[in-house]
């Protein structure tokens, strides 16, 4: 089939010789295509992804506010849910998300599994429940066919719906930046402005938190170390996950891959430029006013962390049936 | 370009040879893809499809309701638009809508160029402007080199926007159903009861409606000519652009292309299943009460028209810049 060739060769890993002394010693690794995804797995989690019927609307899917079209994020402030309700966070990029140390500005997801479960039940994403959206995949018969060939006895339900998504989230990983082939010895891959801007980067201490492959998304950190960050945000996270005070405004530190495509900027999505993130960071965690010079810089090498976006045909969905639930968009 | 060449597969026209006299006679002829694409028009048409800041709010696309991924359409009874408004009719598929001899349910757009411009700016859809899509376009480089490559000078207006999108449009057929191969010779491609169904579709009358290429698409008839159709809906069909008494109730007869796709059925969506469908059309327009085997049957033919659904890899947009308006999903 044309589509598995396809997926074949979306999921093949290149082999590239690299002399690892070129990028031991930097704070910031290359990105690597995962070696062990299954492969149908993954195909059937990619048309989950895609499918609005997950959704009590029928209209929402996970691509709606992580839209691969866009770096896998919705580009607002923060999200459109069920019945145009205003989400309470901006919409992290699913891009790499499998590197992340957990799920969610507080991490209270540990794994993508366990995080996929979350968006459909919730009241202000998708509203419906893990027992409606397993009930309508089940009257699907190309579901049914595909969930028993890829778990390899019948049955559909939430713990395999979210194992696939999560599987074929896994896949999203975007290699191959230039900052990567960089690392990797090709020394014309980034100019010297960008090559400076990540010195400065690095000598600056924004390396202390935005680091390892996904530069960042590898520890929590508070927002506003040095001087306090103002929001109307009623987000206070890690508090929420762990009950601890002095987890007060501490979130994830978020991946700086694809940076460029991420906008709008920090939980609260308030932040509308890179330039203005790069400025900010500097005063709230260094304590330390950038030029407008040195921010450029550093918002030129951040830019040069665009990796290739995940590839794929479209996914084409089985259609419902008349046995399926109909989806209630209003009301 | 790996993307330009997959869009150079995707527009070949797949030649065979084909003795007319096997479809000559039907009232259904196969379709074919169209000959003259203007390919890097039609690439540019598709990431406009796909792209959420022809919104205001940053969120839907012309694919939010025409979703590629299902037949084309949003398999809602009536769509959802800026700020969750509830649309006023059922969004009618784009798959091979450039067959139409007008666009919308009562016809009042000439083309698929003039349509494109509607829901850009319909206030209960995309709630944008004209100028102010162009504007959004403008600030983003890839976009105005795109534009400027396509139409031979710079410049982005609206003008040039819905002639990409309707490019795009025109490519969206769907050739190679089981009943186009039997069309075109090939006996085993459908059933014999599919075939039984569709001689009681040629008998009973369905083809004085549903003929051509599209099945349908060629000609506005009233609905419910024989007995009356009951709905809420307010829509009342041509006689919105003609003023003409004896065209109310009087709509475009859609394509029964993919229509196994494209539920639920009729202008207000109101009818869930296919078999209902046709059991109403042989009561409305024919005054013919067609038993349960019966209108199996010619729900088994129909079926048949499901073709080859577009397939292409997901448009990846290029990013907002500093200078691009912000969008605007709340208030
Ligand atoms: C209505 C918008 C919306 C929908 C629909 C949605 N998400 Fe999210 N997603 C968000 C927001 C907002 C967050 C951040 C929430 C938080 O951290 O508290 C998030 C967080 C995530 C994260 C964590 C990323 C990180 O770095 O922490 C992943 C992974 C994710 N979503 C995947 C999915 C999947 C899979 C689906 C579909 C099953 C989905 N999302 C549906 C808005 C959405
Ligand atoms: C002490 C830890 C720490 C240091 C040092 C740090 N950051 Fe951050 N960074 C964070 C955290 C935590 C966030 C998330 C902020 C929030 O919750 O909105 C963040 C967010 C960001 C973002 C926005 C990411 C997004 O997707 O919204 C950018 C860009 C960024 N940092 C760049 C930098 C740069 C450049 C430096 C150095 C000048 C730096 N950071 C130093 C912890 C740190
Ligand atoms: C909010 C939902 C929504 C959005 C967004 C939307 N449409 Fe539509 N579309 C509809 C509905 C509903 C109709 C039927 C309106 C009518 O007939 O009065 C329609 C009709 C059409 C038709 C006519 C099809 C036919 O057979 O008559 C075409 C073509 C079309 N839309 C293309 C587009 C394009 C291109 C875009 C983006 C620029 C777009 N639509 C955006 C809901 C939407
Ligand atoms: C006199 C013209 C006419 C005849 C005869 C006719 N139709 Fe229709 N058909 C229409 C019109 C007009 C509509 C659109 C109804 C509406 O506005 O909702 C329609 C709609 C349909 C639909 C729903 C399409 C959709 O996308 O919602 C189906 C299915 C259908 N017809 C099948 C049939 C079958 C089967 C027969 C024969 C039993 C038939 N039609 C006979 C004019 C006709
Ligand atoms: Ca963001
Ligand atoms: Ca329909």
Redesign the pocket.
Known sequence: MKFKAFIGKLFSITLVTVSLSSFASEPIQPIERPADIDQSKAALGMKL?FDPR?SKSGF?S?N???NLSMGGSDNLKT???HNWQQ?P????T?LN?GL?LA????GRAAT?KE??GG??ANPV??ASSHKLVADVLKTIPQYRAEFQQVFGSPGIDIDRITDA?AEF?KTLVTPNSRFDRWLLGDTKAITARELAGYELFKSSGCTACHSGPAVG?NSYHKLGLVRPYKTENAARGRIAVTGNKADEFVF?VPTLRNIELTYPYFHDGEVATLREAVALMGQLQLGRDFTADEVDKITAFLKTLTGDQPTFPLPLLPPSTEQTPQPEPFG
Chains 1, 2 share one sequence.
């Open positions: 992804f997950l929402l996970c709606s506010c992580h999200s459109i849910g989400g966070i901006n919409s992290p699913v998300a992340s799920q969610f500005w507080d993508l995080q996929a968006p459909i994403e998708m998504i989230e998304a994830k």
